[in-house]
């Protein structure tokens, strides 16, 4: 066993998008600082603004004030007495700037505020770029955060609906409780992941950013250097509670542990929601590891749960516990008022206007392994600003899954608010999943980019308040479904049906430009979009070396010049550029989707580097419609939904997604229907994968989970085959169990807070190979890691009975002699082999280890609140124990990782044992982490049962590596003491594959025929 000090694999901060905007350092400078000064932060930024001008205020005097001798001292300082009023013992008055100050010495003043006037909330003026919005700006003074009133929050506010009475918990990297907006929001904080408690309580400022989405209370006016124009930040749910759970630490990551306990301190402490944006890679996704069950639990008990998506681009990754099975998960939509006016970001730099309600580029997206449709939801997550950590006060630019998670919590508290005004009691978790899916915008894209579209608050409301229909199902995920089966659902609405249809997306065709130059500062591409297209899939590329800055087979993860492009779509109207949609990964590949009308559209292609040229630029659009989906009928008989979904029997493994289209009562509702077709045993199948070529990612690229149906014990071969050199695939082989059995995967290394892969490209083949033990339906699991300088890749795949290496059944040998024996590859591939040589008796086994696990303290980076232990699993063990204790009352937790990185299971008291039966041949890791403020002495001891070694056999050579085809001689020597029967198996300990096993029998004597 070796010791690891590893950089964090679990669970990592979804970070606020995958460019980073700092706050603007005018902002800083204007911002209101926090203290108890009397003058409120309006005045205070009015004063800053213009320090010799008169003002309106509003003295606001302390019980029991006399209001004569106040209002006889403003007339001393030149001022001049407007009115005094009774009802809340007020002095309202005009005085110059600089004699406004000297009002606070006064021992009877309470607070100073600003006379000022008051407007309706403006709703944020979208699409109409032009003339409506330059009115807004002038006629206005506070531009508020954007977010709540796209997604019709303040038409719930109207209705009375702000989620009053409402309790969410906030599970992150804490929350500058003490932020004026803020104030009597927070009702309670406690932090588990060991750091001391420090004001602002928040270091990295994540969780105060999300706490400002869900009930910002719009107090401080933020001067952004634009005359008499002022920002507030209004959360969605204004008037509900937070709850704070420090379970990210200030560098943006944390442990399972930390925050499976935050989770039930939620519970605990009564949470009507818990919020998370956080999530990290499990493999399956299947919604199976621990923080999901947590999830689940906490869902269980009544408290409705928001997840993140991820912003991790391509199928498949969606990360935990956004795959949890009773969550409700939440990508990214865009709403780009803000970069648009205020901070001129690139794309609009080009545009007369925008386009909202696209999903950006990076927002995860799904199937889960198991075959579900995520995201569940989507909301706003590019762009806008919101709160912010001291010293700053407020965050120019929010971005990710991260911001789209709490408007979507907030919606959920809108929603419980308006559910028990109408019902009395309060709304069960599955119903606010179903009204909040069934209220949905749609927005044009797959069901696994969007769920049933983009959250709407003031939909959601209406449907809670029983004057907006919706329905019992909000998704349709029929699990495993062969080809040639069919699958029932029956759905009830709070209202008649009037029309049902069932689509999906089919290409129609591509337009392609190659063999581009493009300059500085860029090249615009013009083509056309005909009629019945609804939606664009956008690619661009070019040669790798520009990016890396060596071949790609070269590439060891090292090197990175991140030369890249940005790309963005405009659609041409009359002349002006309207900008649809856009990416900017740090990569030589850059790939967007948007929802598209026919008319001219133009693609930009932003060239950055002065003096450089890159060329060849390749450009594939892919251009789809929606059609009927056959494989889907429907009857309706008034409120009630009948749906069968029948496979053809030629359909090929795979997952397929589309939609019912119901209109219910005039409303139109958006069902996603998400269908996993199994391969069979022995089948031969190919896929189409993408990826973006992002080093820097740890889960980005299109994932495959296909299910085959194994009946019998025996070995199991996986072989995935492809065409291109510079392309990388990782592949893993896992059980009915979702255990990840085998696996072959490149290398990660450690990036900033969290990992990212490197390549192992030169090579057309992966192949795994183990002992199935469990029949059932196994898991083949497929990552695309790299593409280098292509767009797609097809991907051939078999799962088959069989081994890939031909070693002999069994082998009679005497004690004291030699023999030699030929081992063979049956594949076009190298298969790298390590040999153990076990009898068929069994020992027990232990080992004990000690170290020190210190908290995270102040300004002590080093020390990160957990320890970690390699430990390497081989196929001699039967099973694997782990126990923990340790000195003194520190709360410590051990929790054991696969291979794979799945958490198998944890210790939480001492002398507890976890126990592995039968655990998956690689790398294991032990982590143990503090729950305290300052240090632990632990002892963790290590053991179980395995086969003892064939005492007195040995084998020459002891590993090797088999070419495509090749053969390898190896020699068996035997002591003249060896006795007994016993078996070779051979292995490979990285992959965690058994390749074969060969019977051996050791005697003093043979007989004849042997």
């Not at 029949?775 to 990552?783: A, E, F, L, M, N």
Request: proline share 5%; with cysteine; hydrophobic share 40%.
């Amino acid at each position: 066993m070796k010791k690891k000090f590893v950089s964090i694999m679990v669970i990592a901060l979804l970070l606020l998008s995958s460019i980073a905007f700092m706050p603007m350092a005018g902002a800083a400078g204007n911002a209101i600082k926090i203290n108890l000064s009397k003058l409120e932060p309006d005045l205070r930024a009015k004063l800053n603004q213009n320090p010799s001008g008169e003002y309106r205020v509003v003295i606001v005097l302390k019980d029991g004030a006399d209001e004569t001798a106040v209002s006889n001292f403003v007339n001393a300082l030149g001022g001049k007495v407007n009115a005094q009023f009774h009802l809340i013992n007020a002095v309202a008055a005009s005085l110059p700037a600089d004699k406004i100050s000297v009002l606070t010495s006064l021992a009877s003043v309470d607070r100073i505020l600003l006379d000022g006037k008051k407007y309706l909330i403006p709703v944020p003026k979208s699409d109409d770029s032009g003339a409506a919005i330059q009115n807004f700006i002038n006629t206005y003074p506070y531009w508020y955060s954007q977010f709540p009133f796209w997604i019709g929050a303040d038409k719930a506010w109207n209705l009375g609906i702000n989620g009053s009475g409402v309790t969410v918990a906030v599970l992150d990297t804490g929350i500058f409780y003490e932020h004026p907006d803020l104030a009597g929001v927070v009702t309670d904080y406690k932090v588990f992941t060991s750091e001391e408690d420090v004001f602002p309580h928040d270091g990295y400022g994540h969780g105060t950013a999300c706490a400002g989405c869900i009930a910002a209370q719009g107090i401080v006016d933020w001067d952004f250097g634009v005359p008499d124009i002022y920002f507030k930040v209004k959360g969605v749910a204004p008037g509900a509670k937070i709850i704070g759970g420090k379970v990210l630490t200030d560098a943006g990551w944390g442990w399972d542990s930390w925050i499976i306990q935050g989770i039930q301190w939620a519970v605990d402490s009564g949470a009507d929601i818990i919020s998370m944006s956080l999530g990290g890679l499990e493999i399956p996704n299947d919604g199976n590891d621990p923080t999901c069950l947590a999830l689940d639990a906490a869902t269980r008990q009544g408290v409705i749960c928001f997840v993140a998506a991820g912003n991790d681009q391509g199928a498949g990754t969606v990360s935990s516990a956004g795959c949890g099975k009773d969550v409700i998960t939440v990508g990214a939509s865009t709403e780009n008022s803000f970069v648009y006016w205020w901070l001129g970001y690139w794309p609009f730099t080009y545009a007369d206007g925008y386009e909202n309600d696209q999903l950006i580029f990076w927002s995860s997206g799904g199937p889960t392994a198991d075959g579900r449709v995520d995201p569940d939801i989507c909301a706003v997550g590019a762009w806008g600003f919101t709160l912010d950590t001291y010293p700053y006060y407020i965050w120019l630019q929010f971005g990710g899954t991260s911001m789209a998670t709490p408007l979507a919590a907030g919606v959920g508290a809108l929603l419980v608010q308006a559910y028990r005004q109408s019902h009395g009691v309060s709304p069960t978790p599955s119903k606010v999943k179903d009204i909040i899916m069934n209220t949905a915008k749609d927005l044009g894209y797959d069901a696994n980019r969007q769920g049933p579209g983009r959250v709407d608050a003031y939909s959601a409301v209406l449907a809670a308040l029983n004057e907006r229909p919706y329905s019992d199902t909000g998704a349709i995920n029929t699990g495993i479904l062969p080809p040639g089966s069919r699958y029932f659902v029956k759905s009830e609405f709070t209202d008649n049906i009037d029309d049902v249809s069932a689509v999906k997306l089919e290409k129609v065709n591509s337009v392609t430009f190659e063999g581009l130059t493009v300059a500085y500062p860029g090249a615009l591409i013009n083509f056309s979009i005909p009629e019945g297209i609804e939606f664009a899939d956008v690619k661009v590329k070019f040669p790798v070396e520009y990016t890396y800055g060596c071949p790609v087979q070269e590439y060891d993860g090292s090197q990175w010049t991140d030369i890249h492009f940005d790309t963005a779509l405009y659609r041409n109207e009359s002349g002006s550029m309207i900008m649809i949609n856009y990416a900017y990964a740090h990569t030589n590949v850059q790939w967007f989707n948007a929802r598209v009308t026919p008319g001219n559209y133009m693609l930009w292609i932003w060239n950055p580097y002065e003096g450089l040229t890159v060329e060849p630029v390749d450009v594939k659009i892919t251009l789809y419609k929606f059609v009927n989906w056959n494989w889907v009928s429907t009857n309706f008989y008034g409120n009630r939904l009948f749906t069968t979904i029948s496979v053809p029997e030629n359909a090929a493994p795979g997952s397929y997604s589309g939609f019912l289209k119901i209109t219910c009562a005039g409303e139109r509702i958006n069902v996603p229907i998400v269908v996993t077709v199994p391969a069979k045993l022995g089948q031969t199948f190919v896929l189409e994968a993408n990826v973006v070529n992002e080093p820097r990612s740890y889960s980005s690229g299109d994932w495959f989970y296909i299910p085959v149906q194994v009946y019998t014990i025996g070995h199991i071969m996986l072989t995935v085959k492809w065409a291109y050199p510079d392309a990388d695939f990782d592949v893993y082989l896992i059980d009915p169990n979702g255990n990840v059995k085998a696996l072959s995967q490149a290398p990660d290394v450690p990036y900033g807070y969290g990992r990212y892969w490197y390549t192992t490209t030169g090579t057309t083949m992966e192949m795994l190979s183990t002992f199935c033990t469990h029949p059932g339906y196994w898991y083949i699991g497929i990552h695309a890691i790299y593409f280098g300088n292509i767009f797609t890749e097809t991907l051939t795949v078999t799962l088959k009975n069989g081994k890939p290496i031909s070693t002999p059944n069994w082998l009679y040998i005497k004690s004291g002699t030699s023999k030699a024996f030929t081992v063979s590859n049956n594949i076009p591939g190298n298969v790298n082999v390590e040999t153990m040589i076990l009898s068929f008796e069994t020992e027990k086994f232990e080992e004990e280890v000690s170290g020190t696990v210190y908290s995270y303290t102040t300004g002590e980076y080093p020390y990160v609140g957990y320890d970690a232990w390699l430990i390497p699993v081989t196929p001699d063990m039967l099973t694997l124990t782990v126990s923990l204790n340790w000195v003194g009352k520190a709360e410590l937790h051990l929790t054991l990782y696969d291979p794979a990185g799945a958490n198998q299971g944890q210790v939480t008291t001492k002398g507890e044992t976890l126990t592995i039966n039968n655990p998956a041949i690689g790398y294991w890791m032990a982590v143990i982490t503090i729950h305290n403020v300052g240090s632990a002495d632990y002892t963790m001891k290590l053991g179980g049962y395995r086969f003892k070694a064939f005492e007195g056999v040995t084998l020459e050579p002891e590993s090797f590596t088999l070419e495509p085809y090749g053969t390898q001689t190896l020699t068996i020597t035997t002591s003249s003491q060896a006795k007994g029967m016993g078996f070779i198996v051979y292995y490979n300990l990285e992959t965690g594959s058994v390749y074969s096993e060969t019977m051996l029998f050791v005697s003093y004597r043979l007989f004849r025929g042997f």
